[in-house]
């Protein structure tokens, strides 16, 4: 079986700092693509960041500049540096890993509240 499971979400004051992880396990199968998304209250869900395995990064613009996506390979691991956080960034954060042969898997979520 694959499975993701994410870690580091919490409350955190505006801005403050919090590192979000995404652990792999399960699967020999290669990692094309590392994803963050994040769903608030009413809204819907938003790609926040994007890792290939090239080492290509994209960010949402409302995160650019104060996100960071990275990975340890070693690990199976992806990770979400941010900084600088804003109570707008107030969701539920998922990795989504695009697998060789499986597809997409999610990770369970993660809260991350930024309190004003």
């Known amino acids: 079986q694959v499975q993701l499971v994410e870690s580091g979400g919490g409350v955190v004051q505006a801005g403050g700092s919090l590192r979000l992880s995404c652990a792999a396990s399960?699967?020999?199968?290669?990692?094309?693509?590392m994803r963050w998304f994040r769903q608030a209250p009413g809204k819907q869900r938003e790609l926040v960041a994007t890792?290939?395995?090239?080492?290509?990064?994209n960010y949402a613009d409302s995160v650019k500049g104060r996100f960071s996506i990275s990975r340890d390979n070693a690990k199976n691991t992806a990770y979400l540096q941010m900084n600088s956080l804003k109570p707008e960034d107030t969701a539920v954060y998922y990795c989504?890993?695009?697998?060789?042969?499986?597809?997409?898997?999610w990770g369970q979520g993660t809260q991350v509240t930024v309190s004003s």
């Open positions: 989504n890993f695009i697998y060789q042969r499986l597809g997409a898997v």
């Open positions: 890792l290939t395995d090239g080492g290509n990064t």
């Open positions: 399960g699967s020999i199968f290669r990692i094309y693509t």
